[in-house]
């Protein structure tokens, strides 16, 4: 009778040993919390002992704004929600555990770190949209380049033809005194016209401008990635090309690792990818109220799975969240009065993805700018 109870006991406690193990072997945390959000059971190593689940897992006082306890005791389905604590976003979900008379007694709780799985989702997110973007911009260029480009050549005509003929209408004004164009005076035509030819042309090349960026951001520029490329260079040769914009405000701190592999790639766009993240953190600092000088710290390095990284951090105002969720988004700007287009950003990712590369960014408003770009050695086949 003795040896049967050992027995029964023995395997009690090994049933016991194995779902502890079985529990404690999931790497997210699991808690079971009667509906009074008292813990029962728990897989990590936290001392709850007397603390509602709120006060052992969350350090509040009262139940967690996102807590479903509540929903789930009333649905008795499972329910699912998210959070983000110091930076982490965690999703926790809510199965209920039935009693025999069907109420729920206690409720299981998984909370898993998902901030990864999120920043991946973002950013594929990002490149669905861009890739769609992509095939409507290249439209829209195409249609707006046509009719700029006769725009443009009509504009050079008008403007020859005016100099050719504005001397015969000065002789028959001379003669005229009351001549008019256009139901204006001479006098005030003569003075206007060729400024308006001259102003209609920087349009026409301003709308020219935007539309070879329209064109970059929908890579219909073919620049093969061909190239033998070293990052340390092309950091150095951007600077040579952006020295005279922003010589007088940011002082430009190098840290770059001289033991860099070479990237197969294209120079210019590389150059292209310095440039704008280089003038917007210039043009940041400039914006700061009280603040003329600024610093750029730019940082090439090798890490161990040989990958390239180049950092270009500025201690520029930073952006605000909704900002920065938002600046590889094509035509956003928020120096659209500055004559903005909202494109280099876009333009930039464009060109790292297509390097097999990716590109992101860490601010915080009043802490500056980090933009944080990862290039592999060898790029995929361009299809
Ligand atoms: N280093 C930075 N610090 C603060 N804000 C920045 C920084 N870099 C980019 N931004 C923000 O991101 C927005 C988008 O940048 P992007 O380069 O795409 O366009 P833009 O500079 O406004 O115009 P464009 O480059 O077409 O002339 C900027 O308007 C600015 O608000
Ligand atoms: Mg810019």
Same mark, same amino acid.
């Given at each position: =009778?003795?040896?049967?109870?050992?027995?029964?006991?023995?395997?009690?406690? =090994?049933? @016991?040993?194995?779902?502890?193990?079985?529990?404690?072997?999931?790497?997210?945390?699991?808690? =079971?919390?009667?509906?009074?959000?008292?813990? @029962?059971?728990?897989?990590?190593?936290?001392?709850?002992?007397?603390?509602?689940?709120?006060?052992?897992?969350?350090?509040?006082?009262?139940?967690?704004?996102?807590?479903?306890?509540?929903?789930?005791?009333?649905?008795?389905?499972?329910?699912?929600?998210?959070?983000?604590?110091?930076?982490?976003?965690?999703?926790?979900?809510?199965?209920?555990?039935?009693?025999?008379?069907?109420?729920?007694?206690?409720?299981?709780?998984?909370?898993?770190?998902?901030?990864?799985?999120?920043?991946?989702? @973002?950013?594929?997110?990002?490149?669905?949209?861009?890739?769609?973007?992509?095939?409507?911009?290249?439209?829209?260029?195409?249609?707006?380049?046509?009719?700029?480009?006769?725009? #443009?050549?009509?504009?050079?005509?008008?403007?020859?033809?005016?100099?050719?003929?504005?001397?015969?209408?000065?002789?028959?004004?001379?003669?005229?005194?009351?001549?008019?164009?256009?139901?204006?005076?001479?006098?005030?035509?003569?003075?206007?016209?060729?400024?308006?030819?001259?102003?209609?042309?920087?349009?026409?090349?301003?709308? =020219?401008?935007?539309?070879?960026?329209?064109?970059?951001?929908?890579?219909?520029?073919?620049?093969?990635?061909?190239?033998?490329?070293?990052?340390? #260079?092309?950091?150095?040769?951007?600077? #040579?090309?952006?020295?005279?914009?922003?010589?007088?405000?940011?002082?430009?701190?190098?840290?770059?690792?001289?033991?860099?592999?070479?990237?197969?790639?294209?120079?210019?766009?590389?150059?292209?990818?310095?440039?704008?993240?280089?003038?917007?953190?210039?043009?940041?600092?400039?914006?700061?109220? $009280?603040?003329?000088? $600024?610093?750029?710290?730019?940082?090439?390095?090798?890490?161990?799975?040989?990958?390239?990284?180049?950092?270009?951090?500025?201690?520029?105002?930073?952006?605000?969240?909704?900002?920065?969720?938002?600046?590889?988004?094509?035509?956003?700007?928020?120096?659209?009065?500055?004559?903005?287009?909202?494109? $280099?950003?876009?333009?930039?990712?464009?060109?790292?993805?297509?390097?097999? $590369?990716?590109?992101?960014?860490?601010?915080?408003?009043?802490?500056?700018?980090?933009?944080?770009?990862?290039?592999?050695?060898?790029?995929?086949?361009?299809?």
């Amino acid at each position: =009778m003795e040896k049967k109870k050992n027995e029964i006991q023995n395997q009690f406690e =090994m049933n @016991q040993a194995r779902l502890q193990a079985l529990f404690d072997a999931i790497t997210d945390l699991v808690f =079971m919390a009667d509906s009074d959000f008292n813990p @029962q059971l728990v897989n990590k190593q936290l001392d709850f002992a007397g603390k509602k689940c709120y006060e052992a897992f969350c350090g509040l006082s009262e139940p967690c704004s996102i807590c479903l306890v509540d929903e789930v005791k009333l649905t008795h389905k499972p329910a699912k929600t998210e959070r983000k604590i110091n930076n982490k976003i965690y999703q926790a979900t809510f199965y209920p555990i039935l009693n025999e008379g069907g109420a729920v007694n206690d409720v299981i709780e998984i909370v898993r770190d998902v901030t990864k799985e999120k920043e991946i989702e @973002q950013q594929l997110i990002q490149s669905d949209r861009l890739i769609s973007l992509g095939g409507l911009v290249s439209g829209i260029a195409h249609e707006i380049n046509n009719p700029n480009t006769f725009i #443009r050549g009509n504009l050079s005509i008008i403007k020859e033809s005016l100099e050719d003929i504005l001397p015969v209408l000065d002789q028959h004004w001379s003669e005229n005194p009351d001549f008019k164009v256009a139901r204006l005076p001479y006098r005030y035509f003569r003075e206007k016209i060729l400024l308006l030819v001259s102003d209609m042309q920087k349009g026409a090349d301003k709308i =020219m401008n935007i539309v070879s960026d329209l064109r970059k951001f929908a890579r219909k520029d073919e620049g093969l990635l061909d190239e033998d490329l070293d990052l340390n #260079r092309v950091v150095e040769s951007s600077l #040579r090309l952006v020295h005279n914009q922003i010589k007088r405000s940011i002082e430009v701190q190098l840290k770059l690792d001289q033991k860099l592999p070479l990237i197969k790639g294209n120079v210019q766009k590389i150059e292209q990818v310095l440039v704008n993240i280089i003038l917007n953190a210039a043009q940041a600092i400039k914006e700061q109220k $009280g603040k003329k000088t $600024g610093q750029i710290i730019i940082r090439t390095f090798l890490d161990q799975k040989n990958q390239i990284h180049l950092r270009i951090k500025d201690n520029g105002p930073g952006m605000t969240e909704d900002v920065k969720n938002r600046v590889f988004d094509p035509f956003f700007t928020t120096k659209r009065s500055r004559q903005g287009t909202g494109l $280099g950003l876009s333009i930039t990712y464009g060109f790292v993805e297509e390097h097999g $590369g990716k590109i992101s960014v860490v601010s915080h408003p009043g802490k500056g700018s980090e933009f944080k770009i990862m290039l592999p050695m060898r790029v995929p086949k361009m299809t």
